[in-house]
């Protein structure tokens, strides 16, 4: 009895004695600093749900998996939101780009930036000037002593280079000037006070077919351009096409960066309508005569950017030079124009306010007199060439209703 007695006494004081231990061993690893957290762990607090899960938890890994999951939260919303702007229509109201969808398009050349280019391009001197990349053999690159590089073209008459400084405006006007490169008008003059910006190239000048005085016109050039073939609903001759082969039905099947493209196009095709240019999709067009795969080859004066926006490229074959050919080029122009039944709102509410107000000379006059200091020294367009102007806004803008009357009816 008392050597039991004494054996469970024992017993006791070892308890007692490991219990201790372990008491000061944990508090001495808590007053480490860096071993353990003073709070205490979720996975041990008498409220914790003690799951097999949490029992496994090191402490502070509680936050991990919520982190985790913000993040695949956040990632799978912003998933949805794309599929969700993937599924939904590229079109409202029967002929209008969807606003998601033109959001995706390439802003091209900014407003701001254009305005810092051709206030620098103006101001600053050609130092050299290249043969090549510029179009027909008068055009030059010029080397800028700004570091800068733009197209010179000269013109085969002072006609195209107005065509170039005016549509440049005129797409100004419609809200779509982005999309072509800055444009300012230069005179070239080998002596006198104007002769300064021209001293370093003189050799050059001599060299190359311009007269004296001359006013060209200088265009920001543009690196790692490719070339670009018409879409699908353009693929075909037109007749095969039809009126409103850029159409709903037309873009079924299409991905967003197809669809991205048509958008621009669309503005493209009402420009070169309005400007009667021949020098482009027109151009392709009559060549379809001797060449039945011209259309599955690069378009002229089009080309795509880097980001994948559309470059307008030379459109001095637009107004003034366009318009003296009506009887040429209206027959492939007209077509165009009626294949697009899908418009930019944007675009459309400018033709409208232009037609409403048949100012359209009148405004492309103040802004061109406005915004180019050479602007009187290559003149305006003819009070014949302005009228034919404001007729092709007001059949632009027609064409737009005829195309609305003919969605709302088969929405019926």
Same mark, same amino acid.
């Given at each position: 009895?008392?050597?039991?007695?004494?054996?469970?006494?024992?017993?006791? %004081?070892?308890?007692?004695?490991?219990?201790?231990?372990?008491?000061?061993?944990?508090?001495?690893?808590?007053?480490?600093?860096?071993?353990?957290?003073?709070?205490?762990?979720?996975?041990?607090?008498?409220?914790?749900?003690?799951?097999?899960?949490?029992?496994?938890?090191?402490?502070?890994?509680?936050?991990?998996?919520?982190?985790?999951?913000?993040?695949?939260?956040?990632?799978?919303?912003?998933?949805?939101?794309? %599929?969700?702007?993937?599924?939904?229509?590229?079109?409202?109201?029967?002929?209008?780009?969807?606003?998601?969808?033109?959001?995706?398009?390439?802003?091209?050349?900014?407003?701001?930036? %254009?305005?810092?280019?051709?206030?620098?391009?103006?101001?600053?001197?050609?130092?050299?000037?290249?043969?090549?990349?510029?179009?027909?053999?008068?055009?030059?690159?010029?080397?800028?002593?700004?570091?800068?590089?733009? =197209?010179?073209?000269?013109?085969?008459?002072?006609?195209?280079?107005?065509?170039?400084?005016?549509?440049?405006?005129?797409?100004?006007?419609?809200?779509?000037?982005?999309?072509?490169?800055?444009?300012?008008?230069?005179?070239?003059?080998?002596?006198?006070?104007?002769?300064?910006?021209?001293?370093?190239?003189?050799e050059e000048l001599r060299g190359a077919p311009w007269a004296e005085g001359a006013v060209v016109s200088l265009a920001r050039w543009v690196d790692n351009l490719t070339d670009v073939v018409a879409p699908q609903p353009w693929r075909a001759p037109l007749r095969?096409?039809?009126?409103?082969?850029?159409?709903?039905?037309?873009?079924?099947?299409?991905?967003?960066?197809?669809?991205?493209?048509?958008? &621009?196009?669309?503005?493209?095709?009402?420009?070169?309508?309005?400007?009667?240019?021949?020098?482009?999709?027109?151009?392709?067009?009559?060549?379809?005569?001797?060449?039945?795969?011209?259309m599955h080859r690069a378009t002229r004066n089009l080309h795509r950017a880097p980001d994948g926006g559309l470059v307008f490229l030379d459109n001095e074959a637009g107004l003034g030079h366009g318009y003296r050919l009506l009887a040429v080029w209206d027959r492939y122009n007209e077509p165009l124009l009626r294949s697009? =039944?899908?418009?930019?709102?944007?675009?459309?509410?400018?033709?409208?306010?232009?037609?409403?107000?048949?100012? %359209?000379?009148?405004?492309?006059?103040?802004?061109?007199?406005?915004?180019?200091?050479?602007?009187?020294?290559?003149?305006?367009?003819?009070?014949? &060439?302005?009228?034919?102007?404001?007729?092709?806004?007001?059949?632009?803008?027609?064409?737009?209703?005829? =195309?609305?009357?003919?969605?709302?009816?088969?929405?019926?």
């Amino acid at each position: 009895m008392v050597r039991a007695g004494l054996g469970r006494a024992a017993a006791l %004081a070892v308890l007692l004695a490991s219990a201790s231990l372990a008491g000061l061993w944990v508090g001495r690893l808590a007053e480490r600093p860096g071993r353990f957290p003073r709070e205490s762990s979720p996975a041990l607090s008498p409220s914790a749900p003690k799951t097999f899960r949490t029992l496994l938890t090191l402490p502070g890994e509680e936050q991990r998996p919520s982190r985790g999951r913000a993040r695949v939260g956040r990632e799978r919303e912003r998933g949805r939101a794309a %599929a969700s702007a993937a599924s939904s229509s590229p079109v409202r109201g029967g002929i209008f780009w969807s606003r998601w969808l033109e959001a995706q398009v390439p802003r091209g050349f900014p407003a701001s930036e %254009a305005s810092s280019w051709l206030a620098a391009a103006r101001a600053a001197s050609v130092v050299g000037l290249e043969r090549g990349g510029c179009g027909r053999a008068p055009n030059r690159l010029a080397r800028l002593s700004d570091g800068s590089r733009a =197209c010179v073209r000269y013109g085969i008459n002072p006609e195209q280079v107005q065509g170039e400084a005016l549509s440049y405006h005129l797409a100004g006007l419609l809200g779509f000037q982005e999309r072509l490169p800055p444009v300012a008008l230069s005179r070239v003059e080998a002596s006198g006070a104007g002769g300064r910006r021209w001293a370093a190239v003189g050799e050059e000048l001599r060299g190359a077919p311009w007269a004296e005085g001359a006013v060209v016109s200088l265009a920001r050039w543009v690196d790692n351009l490719t070339d670009v073939v018409a879409p699908q609903p353009w693929r075909a001759p037109l007749r095969e096409a039809g009126p409103g082969a850029l159409s709903p039905p037309a873009l079924r099947g299409l991905s967003l960066a197809q669809l991205v493209e048509l958008v &621009q196009w669309s503005d493209l095709i009402l420009f070169d309508y309005l400007t009667a240019n021949f020098d482009r999709l027109v151009s392709n067009l009559f060549s379809l005569q001797w060449d039945p795969r011209v259309m599955h080859r690069a378009t002229r004066n089009l080309h795509r950017a880097p980001d994948g926006g559309l470059v307008f490229l030379d459109n001095e074959a637009g107004l003034g030079h366009g318009y003296r050919l009506l009887a040429v080029w209206d027959r492939y122009n007209e077509p165009l124009l009626r294949s697009v =039944c899908i418009f930019r709102e944007g675009t459309a509410a400018r033709v409208r306010d232009l037609h409403r107000l048949r100012n %359209a000379a009148s405004e492309l006059l103040h802004i061109y007199r406005t915004r180019e200091p050479l602007a009187e020294s290559l003149g305006f367009l003819s009070d014949q &060439q302005a009228r034919l102007l404001q007729e092709r806004i007001d059949l632009v803008h027609q064409h737009i209703l005829d =195309c609305q009357a003919q969605a709302a009816q088969e929405h019926l």
